[in-house]
């Protein structure tokens, strides 16, 4: 089947799944959870092929910790299936009422995107969240996953198509891709294919969007700040710093960059690079960090890199401003973090610094969609339109405008025998 077919069965797919009861969503849903435990071992066994040949073909350290489908993956997103199902529906939501004139109302009305083409990395687990995402919200999905998860990826579609199967709706609701040739051929597909959404480097992401006319929505890289303000409490500071770094190290939410205010600095580094050290964690200082600690010099590279690896660079800063400046410059617009007890400081800090997530006080692992409540998450977008941050139901809706009347005409608008209202109303859209 070429791509082409695969992109008319993913639009045909969605338009049964955009107007269908989320009674009907949330069972297909269900049976994911049921077939993904029927299929386990076949899921398994899959994984540990893909992740002997990863093994063999040298895959870095942290890929190759992504790439694992085991006992407590598959019961993460068995549990994030199950908080799915208890979101309300997030199609056919009234966002705003308005009359324009007597009897004609106006409403704004969410609905589902339609085909939604994502490109994710070697994370299996990303396939199932994604996929369910799309259902929930009425969206039909094309997947490509990393080449070395193409065996675990196969198990797992082959449970979610069944499970759509049996609850009623097509399984071409959910394609796997196998190829580089056919992400080529999807970018061209612009008239099927409603959106893509490119999840990997600023580099990978960049491509897509030179290399297709369909509107590109990007998960790029993570290079996520934690910066301890001369205010902060110190051991708050070595809680929330360390988790930030060492509970997951090759996601997109971890610390790349530690910036420390130079009134404290000399209290709170040392202390810290020990634990860092315990934990096995390189550290890469500039010059006044290299004064107070062990450490490697830091390159300008290194304030731009995603290390997703057992590597931190630290910067003192010599104000709240250059932490900031710091931040906006070569941060990845993701997620990024003050530590103060300092109200305005803190303000100060969430107002201007220019990222999908600003913290207080609160580890940068905080960013994720099951996490805040979504159900799972797409991918984490960095930019500005239409969706910021952990994409869960809503970033995968848009909506319709619904102009409801009873024979009103712009004649009468023009000569003045009615008159605009343009009142806005507190009611749901009846139709």
Known sequence: MNLHEIASRSRAASYDLSVSSVEKRNKALSLMIDYLERDRELIFDSNKVDVAEAESEGLAAPLLHRLVFAGDKLKQVQAGLR??????????????????????????????????GVIFESRPDALVQITSLAVKSGNSVILKGGREALRTNQALIHSIRSALDDAGFSPDAAQLLETREDVSAMLKEDALIDLVIPRGSNAFVRYIMDNSRIPVLGHADGICH??????????????????????????????????????????????????????????????????????????????????????????????????????????????????????????????????????????????????YGFGAEVGISTGKIHSRGPMGLEGLTTYKYKLLGNGQTMAEMKSGARRYTHRILQEDCPL
């Not at 199902?85 to 339609?114: A, M, N, Q």
């Not at 500071?237 to 205010?261: G, M, P, R």
């Open 83 to 116: 908080s799915l199902i208890s979101l309300e529906d997030p199609i056919g939501h009234t966002v705003f009422c308005h009359e324009i004139t007597e009897g004609l109302k106006l409403y704004r009305v969410t609905c589902s995107i339609g085909v939604i």
């Open 226 to 371: 934690v910066y301890v303000d001369q205010d902060a409490d110190l051991n708050l500071a070595f809680k929330v710093a360390l988790d930030s770094k060492i509970q997951n190290l090759s996601v997109c939410n971890a610390e790349e960059t530690l910036l420390v205010h130079r009134n404290i600095a000399e209290r709170f580094l040392p202390e810290f690079a020990g634990m860092l050290t315990e934990n096995h964690v390189e550290i890469r200082g500039d010059e006044m960090t290299g004064s107070l600690i062990q450490c490697k010099p830091a390159s300008e590279e290194d304030w731009k890199t995603e290390y997703l690896d057992a590597i931190l660079s630290i910067r003192v800063v010599s104000s709240l401003e250059q932490a900031i400046e710091h931040i906006n410059h070569y941060g990845s617009h993701h997620t990024d973090c003050i530590i103060t007890e300092n109200d305005e400081a803190a303000k100060t800090f969430l107002d201007r610094v220019d990222s999908a997530g600003v913290y207080r006080n609160v580890s940068t692992r905080f960013a994720d969609g099951f996490v």
